[in-house]
C-alpha cells in the first residue's frame, strides 16, 4: 500500500509476504487502533474472521492479502486502519462513521473471499 502509515495495512507475521505489504511489529490492537477523529467523533470498526489463514499456503495467502488491499483501497480517506493478525486469522478494520459502510465492505471481502465472515461490528 502507500507509504500513509494511516490507510496500511498491517500484516502480524513477518515471515510471509515480506515484499508485499508494509510490515510492523506492533502493540495490542486496544493501545493502537484510534478511536475518535481530530473533531471528537467515533470511528467505527469491524472484525472478520477468515478461518485456516495462518495456515494456507504463501502464494494463497499473498493472492487474499491483494484482494483484501484492493477492496480497502477502494475506499480511500474512509478506511483508518487495517490490521490482518496471521496468528489470530482475524482482519480488523477501522473506518469512518458512515452509514452502511463496514456492511458494504465486510460483504465485498466476503464476496472475493468466501471464507471471511463477518465476527462484529461497532453499532452507532
Keep these: 500500500m502507500s507509504n500513509n502509515a494511516k490507510n496500511d495495512l498491517v500484516l502480524h507475521d ?3 509476504l515480506q515484499n508485499n505489504i508494509q510490515l510492523r511489529s ?3 490492537l486496544w493501545k ?3 478511536t475518535r477523529d481530530a473533531d471528537g467523533h467515533v470511528y467505527h470498526d469491524f472484525m472478520m474472521l477468515i478461518p485456516g489463514l495462518k495456515s494456507f499456503e504463501p502464494t494463497r495467502l499473498k493472492i487474499i492479502v491483494n484482494k483484501i488491499e484492493s477492496i480497502l483501497k477502494k475506499f480511500g480517506t474512509d478506511i483508518v486502519l487495517a490490521d490482518l493478525n496471521l496468528k489470530l486469522n482475524i482482519l ?3 473506518i ?3 452509514t452502511g459502510l463496514s456492511m458494504e465492505i465486510a460483504a465485498l471481502i466476503h464476496h472475493v473471499i468466501p471464507e471471511a465472515k463477518l465476527v462484529a461490528q461497532h453499532r452507532s
Design 26 to 28: 506492533s502493540e495490542p
Design 32 to 34: 493502537r487502533v484510534p
Design 92 to 94: 480488523w478494520v477501522t
Design 96 to 98: 469512518q462513521p458512515r
Design 14 to 16: 513477518k515471515k510471509a
